[in-house]
């Protein structure tokens, strides 16, 4: 039995996984986040409560690892940022430790149980708190090593003037130190951004989501410009990758109206053309985390 996480800044959510398919999910935990022994002591918790012996801890987190340190870049969890994550859990649980990125885990669950079954190449994205992305190829992550792959959501690239017609936008500050990033700009707090400085309102992603629905002017115009500097990127990730299916998870993707528009203005701009939806919702809705931790934990063989 494996036992997995999805580790946020607020919980811990835990789940014994039997295979990638019998999974029974834990009530879920506050995250301790100045102390690392009390962060131990909550997964130990979960792992001794299993009810078959543990061989294995598959952990799904907001956080990146880099490939040559080691080392895991995890902001909002002060008791893990910075640190050699997999080795220090590994020796205070006395098992093998994966560790993987919640957009990773997400383009596996989709890959192995959702959008991207049957597909060669999945792009895996997230766009919800933050703009995020993990890629399959036949069945392995690209980042199965920890690592930046995927990473749409960070780089100075978000247009400047996007919209019918065309408004000019500033380049929103990112919590990476850049400015004009993807995460920035059409995250769901950059969603927020957008029509606070289009329409001097202050509405969350989820009103101005609602709005734009009922088709109101200020929201369609928010969505407009929201839309236009996505599917730029997207088609151009779509164009180098090869990628043939596009699952969406993250807040964002509750709308399946954006989703389906996003979709639209995509495949207006990708080079092959295809006749069918390829930016979709994600299936894996209830808990993408644990399931791609799950996908990603039985897929090793070490
Ligand atoms: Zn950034």
């Known amino acids: ?16 996984a039997k295979s990638p398919e019998e999974i029974e999910t834990l009530p ?36 990146v690892i880099d490939p040559e340190s080691r080392k895991i870049t995890v902001a909002n969890i002060p008791c893990l940022h910075g640190r050699q994550i997999e080795a220090d859990l590994e020796a205070a649980l006395g098992m093998p430790v994966l560790i993987s990125n919640d957009a990773d885990c997400l383009a596996m669950a989709e890959y192995g149980l959702g959008a991207g079954r049957g597909h060669r190449v999945v792009f895996g994205v997230i766009l919800g708190t933050g703009v995020g992305g993990g890629l399959v190829v036949d069945g392995r992550l690209i980042n199965s090593d920890g690592g930046f792959a995927g990473e749409w959501g960070h780089g100075p690239v978000s247009a400047r003037f996007a919209g019918t017609p065309e408004v000019e936008l500033p380049a929103f500050a990112c919590g990476c130190g850049l400015k004009g990033c993807l995460d920035a700009t059409v995250s769901a707090r950059g969603m927020e951004k ?10 969350s992603s989820e009103e101005i989501t609602e709005a734009w629905q009922q088709g109101e002017p200020k929201a369609t115009r928010t969505i407009d410009v929201l839309t236009d500097i996505t ?6 990730l779509i164009n180098t990758t090869g990628a043939t299916i596009v699952p969406v998870g993250g807040g964002l993707s509750r709308s399946a109206p954006l989703i389906a528009e996003i979709d639209r203005l995509v495949r207006e701009r990708t080079l092959k053309k295809f006749d069918r939806p390829l930016v979709v919702p994600g299936l894996c809705t209830i808990e993408p985390g644990l399931v791609g931790a799950a996908v990603l934990g039985f897929s090793r063989r070490d």
Not at 7 to 16: L, P, Q, S, V
Not at 41 to 63: C, F, H, N, Q, Y
Not at 196 to 201: G, H, V
Request: with cysteine; charged share 20%.
């Open 1 to 16: 039995m494996i036992v997995c996480f999805d580790i946020g800044g607020t919980a811990i959510k835990g789940a014994y």
């Open 28 to 63: 879920r935990v506050a995250t301790p986040l100045t102390d690392f022994g009390a962060f131990v002591a909550a997964l130990k918790a979960i792992i001794d409560g299993a009810p078959e012996p543990v061989t294995r801890v598959s952990i799904s987190i907001t956080g």
């Open 194 to 203: 957008i029509h606070r400085f289009l329409c001097a309102e202050e509405k």
């Open 231 to 236: 599917a730029g990127p997207l088609a151009m």
